[in-house]
């Protein structure tokens, strides 16, 4: 079946040091989703992109799929205590089913 | 307000004692899915249901049943519950394809003695 390798697994930074979690596939994607789980949460949907190299942006999150379809990243600036939790990628394929990435878990000092 | 609610969100149990998570919508979602987490696993698919009276299974369906009688129930029951069947489950439903955003419950917290 699809699978979706997400890294790193974990990230531990200082605050107002930036942060990047990479997704990636080894086939085509229709789209692919990022989601963000808080400590002792459930995932909340933070976007879709859906075009070839298309990039969003929400405040300090910067979010790129790739030319080919197969990547994707999630960049925050400047991160602040409130940005710690496990960011997940998933991604939609033919099989009816939304396949995540294992998530990277994402710690700030403050 | 729009939500996904699963019970109980606390259990602990004994092997073998049938159980049932429920999931409720009030969005009229037509496809809903359950996932379980795993600590170094991720988030993987129990089932899914694309509407009414259609399911079928996901990655890891082993030891799980499901039902969708109506649009906006999706109980997840575990018929002989064993230990390695304690994880944290989700509920999750989106407006009428997997690859829409999903809303998920806020968990429900499995252990199996």
């Known amino acids: 079946g699809q699978q979706v390798m997400q890294i790193p697994q974990y990230q531990h930074v200082q605050e107002g040091e930036d942060f990047t979690t990479y997704c990636n596939s080894s086939?085509?994607?229709?789209?692919i989703q990022w989601y963000k789980q808080r400590p002792g949460g459930h995932p909340v949907f933070l976007i879709q992109?859906?075009?070839?190299?298309e990039v969003k942006k929400q405040k300090r999150l910067t979010f790129q799929f790739g030319e080919a379809k197969k990547n994707s990243s999630l960049h925050i600036t400047a991160t602040q205590t409130t940005d710690v939790g496990t960011y997940f990628c998933?991604?939609?394929?033919?099989?009816?089913?939304?396949?995540f990435g294992k998530g990277t878990l994402l710690t700030v000092n403050p | 307000e729009a939500q996904v609610t699963q019970n109980p969100r606390y259990l602990i149990t004994v092997t073998g004692k049938k159980l049932t998570v429920t999931c409720s919508q009030n969005?009229?979602?037509?496809?809903m899915s359950w996932y379980r987490q795993d600590p170094g696993l991720g988030l993987r698919q129990i089932y899914y249901?694309?509407?009414?009276?259609?399911?079928d299974k996901g990655d890891v369906p082993e030891g799980y049943k499901v039902s969708r009688k109506e649009k906006r129930n999706f109980p997840l029951i575990l018929e002989s519950p064993s230990p390695n069947q304690t994880s944290l489950y989700f509920c999750?439903?989106?407006?009428?394809?997997?690859?829409?955003?999903?809303?998920f419950g806020d968990g429900t917290r499995l252990s199996i003695l």
């Open positions: 999750a439903s989106s407006l009428d394809r997997w690859d829409q955003p999903q809303h």
């Open positions: 086939t085509t994607l229709s789209n």
């Open positions: 992109l859906v075009k070839s190299g």
């Open positions: 998933a991604a939609g394929g033919s099989n009816y089913k939304l396949t």
């Open positions: 969005m009229n979602h037509e496809y």
């Open positions: 249901s694309m509407n009414v009276e259609v399911t």
